[in-house]
């Protein structure tokens, strides 16, 4: 049974893709289509990669949409400066609300779901002061930067870095320990106050990134960026097969199949014409059901 | 004619086999014992014949009748009642609420509840069962977890029942509770109605039930009359062979060597324990008898740094390191098995591979990076050194016996080398087998120069295992004893209460 629930996720994936080929009569799987589906999806697996270490700690992070348009607003207003300082000044960002969220978390003990939604909430206003409730464009000669190489090689380092420290280190063995219990991880030695702040910021580090390289593809930050992009995630985890409840069965690999997934999904539903409000409502029922069908009703009242 | 005739009952959980077979007949006017060693399905059978839970296959009979309750309703409309384990009352309504839950019919006119005279009722049923300290219209919540049992008691009682269950309730009544208990009981017996009644105080099993029935792995194993019976048969039915006591030390004298390895001077946490001082040598187990609430629990958890004291220094000799977080504890040898396995001493969603190696991944990485074969090894290891069963490493924790969930959490310390194991209850719930293994193993530790400090309620554990004994009382150090052939329980018990 555990076998065949691993596997749920690679069925659900090719199903996707069987489906919406036959409905755009192949026009999914098109080269100019794929790129489309790469350029959504690099974003969204980056941000899935982050939130699985919060994951794995049976935690939330839903801060990611209001971060990604902070971190957008940064990166564009100091790319107007220089544009060097806009990269650095995103994940700056990123990491500097992944320590006030772990820190919330940890030490004055606020459920992380609480302390991540109250972030959102502050984070939008913020992006909105800071991009004038309009948008800031980036300087032209930084469009460059929107190409297929610097995007695929970001994405391959932070796959293989994120996939060596979460299944080869003791950072990825402590956090997963924290989800399968909490106080018994403390009682075996992990430094749970530190190792949860980490896992925010390690969270709000690829967030700033994916602000940068939205922006970048954008060319401009708006007050809106990034709107419901936490759900996005949540709900691309949730179909990679992630456990909600986190712990050692909580794998690295649902964020990547996840991520990918959830876009095909988008660039599918774009395609075949569905409005785009009708694709909110499909997203929060998919979200629903995979959660229905991936939930452990057992163990849930082990956990907290 | 028997009140209650149960044949052939059977119930798994998940993947635990919870009942087998399970039988027992209760005849009119008897009060009839059910023992047995923890998780040997006492309460799973009582929670069948109540309707809480409902059986996977296997026949009841009522007066005869087929019985097969869908709920705690449906038995108390067969006039079954019963008095739970655990808290059977209901948080935020008052005490008359609690007592006619499910009744409030009784009370209601033109669709509004009549509360002034449910309260009146209750007061009379309550004061019927000689309980006058309680007030009906009290919120539930305010009352002590002895006057809610008592509630629950009086509950089950007024519903007349031809058959009441009690589970495990006497631990959490003082005597004058017991004293109400007891005599209803025998109230209940002269009006020819029958009493199940579970317990781990033998004594009180023999002296207030006519029979006792002994459940051993999920079977009724025997049922045989009390008079006559003595305590230490009726461990020898529910332990299934004839008790040893060779799997306690054979010396009968103190030895440890000289070394101090632990040094504690003047430890005091307020409102727990108050200036405890003594020395852990390479070699000795010591344990710590006390009360349940004499400190010890928190004492052990303040030698591993998890409860920081409010005054005092804990000292391992290795560096002479103070001790002030757990972090600092592990890195100086210490070792904690905590009282709680399943939520303190066990990730029971993590496998065992896991759950072993945590402890010790910092030594078995190399510049970061954690070999899944080196952690294999250590925990195939682990696992053989205790025998652990179980069908791989990579089995989840959760579905392990008490027994081999203990080995587990034992087994992180052993292969980390930890020098001082502090040992809380170490055999709390664990069948005779495993506890033989793991007094053996505090031996060899004890062999190779590691100290034990053990954490017991278990007097006769203490006198059995420990180089010395600390004794604690409301927090401070009483008596410590030395081992010596003719240390009996009695001489102990004197100061701890």
Not at chain 2, 100 to 120: I, P, Q, S, V
Request: overall charge neutral.
């Amino acid at each position: 049974m555990r076998g065949f629930k691993r596997i749920v996720p690679y069925i659900g994936l090719v199903l996707i893709i069987v489906l919406f080929s036959a409905l755009t009569g192949g026009k999914l799987l098109s080269f100019r289509n794929l790129k489309l589906i790469f350029n959504q999806a690099v974003v969204l697996i980056i941000g899935c990669i982050g939130v699985t270490f919060v994951m794995a700690q049976g935690s939330l992070d839903l801060s990611q949409g209001s971060l990604l348009g902070i971190s957008g607003a940064m990166a564009a207003t100091f790319a107007a400066i220089t544009p060097g300082l806009s990269l650095p000044l995103a994940i700056l960002t990123g990491i500097a609300v992944g320590m006030i969220n772990g820190t919330l978390l940890a030490f004055f003990k606020i459920p992380s779901f609480i302390v991540t939604l109250c972030v959102l909430f502050v984070l939008r206003g913020l992006t909105v002061i800071a991009t004038h409730s309009g948008s800031i464009p980036l300087p032209f000669a930084m469009l460059s930067l929107d190409n297929f190489r610097i995007k695929a090689s970001i994405l391959v380092t932070v796959i293989l870095a994120a996939y060596y420290a979460y299944t080869y280190t003791s950072l990825g063995k402590n956090m997963r320990a924290i989800g399968s219990g909490e106080t018994s991880a403390r009682y075996s030695g992990v430094p749970v106050e530190r190792m949860k702040v980490l896992a925010y910021l390690i969270s709000g580090l690829l967030c700033g990134l994916c602000g940068w390289l939205n922006v970048v593809r954008t060319g401009a930050a708006d007050s809106k960026t990034g709107l419901l992009f936490e759900l996005d995630i949540l709900t691309a985890l949730v179909l990679g097969g992630m456990p909600l409840t986190g712990g050692s069965s909580a794998k690295l690999q649902s964020a990547i199949i996840g991520g990918l997934m959830l876009a095909l999904l988008s660039n599918g539903m774009v395609l075949v014409g569905i409005k785009a409000e009708l694709q909110q409502a499909v997203k929060g029922v998919i979200f629903l059901l995979a959660v229905y069908l991936s939930f452990e009703r057992e163990s849930v009242v082990m956990i907290k | 004619m028997s009140l209650l005739r149960v044949e052939n009952i059977d119930k798994t959980f998940v993947t635990t086999r919870a009942l087998k077979n399970a039988a027992i007949i209760v005849e009119e006017g008897e009060i009839r014992g059910l023992v047995g060693e923890n998780g040997s399905g006492k309460s799973t059978l009582v929670s069948i014949v109540s309707g809480i839970i409902r059986p996977d296959g296997g026949r009841m009979f009522k007066n005869e009748t087929a019985y097969a309750p869908e709920s705690v309703l449906d038995a108390g409309r067969e006039k079954i009642g019963i008095v739970v384990q655990e808290m059977g009352t209901i948080d935020g309504l008052t005490v008359a609420a609690n007592l006619f839950l499910g009744e409030e019919r009784l009370f209601k006119r033109f669709g509004l509840l009549n509360t002034a005279n449910m309260n009146r009722r209750s007061l009379e049923v309550l004061h019927r069962y000689g309980i006058v300290n309680i007030q009906p219209d009290a919120d539930i919540g305010a009352l002590t977890f002895e006057d809610r049992k008592l509630v629950e008691f009086a509950k089950a009682l007024y519903i007349d029942p031809d058959l009441l269950i009690v589970d495990e309730t006497t631990t959490a009544l003082s005597h004058h509770g017991r004293e109400i208990l007891f005599s209803e009981l025998k109230r209940l017996k002269k009006k020819k109605r029958s009493v199940i009644f579970i317990s781990h105080d033998l004594g009180e099993v023999i002296e207030h039930c006519d029979s006792v029935t002994v459940m051993k792995d999920g079977e009724t194993v025997d049922t045989v009359s009390t008079r006559g019976l003595n305590e230490h048969d009726l461990k020898e039915l529910m332990v299934g062979r004839e008790l040893q006591h060779t799997y306690y030390r054979e010396d009968t004298e103190a030895s440890y060597e000289e070394e101090v390895i632990l040094r504690v001077e003047n430890l005091t946490l307020n409102g727990a324990y108050y200036d405890v001082s003594f020395e852990l040598h390479r070699g000795e187990i010591l344990g710590i008898g006390g009360l349940t609430n004499c400190g010890m629990h928190l004492l052990g958890k303040t030698l591993f740094g998890l409860k920081p004291a409010t005054s005092g220094s804990v000292e391992v000799s290795d560096g002479n390191k103070r001790i002030t977080n757990y972090v600092d504890a592990i890195a100086g040898g210490i070792g904690y098995l905590p009282k709680n396995r399943d939520q303190e001493g066990l990730m029971l969603l993590s496998s065992i591979r896991e759950n072993i190696c945590l402890p010790s991944l910092s030594s078995i990485q190399k510049r970061g990076f954690i070999s899944p074969s080196k952690e294999r090894k250590l925990a195939q290891y682990g696992a053989e050194q205790l025998s652990i069963k179980m069908s791989s490493i990579n089995q989840l924790c959760l579905y392990l016996s008490g027994g081999n969930k203990q080995k587990v959490a034992l087994s992180k310390w052993l292969v980390k080398d930890s020098d001082i194991l502090i040992l809380d209850c170490p055999t709390r719930g664990i069948d005779v087998a495993v506890k033989a293994s793991i007094y053996g193993l505090m031996q060899e530790l004890k062999k190779e120069g590691k100290a034990v400090l053990v954490i017991s309620e278990e007097l006769q554990e203490l006198i059995g295992v420990s180089d010395r004994i600390i004794v604690l009382k409301a927090g401070r150090v009483k008596k410590i004893f030395e081992r010596r052939k003719d240390l009996t329980e009695e001489e102990i018990i004197h100061f701890m209460i």
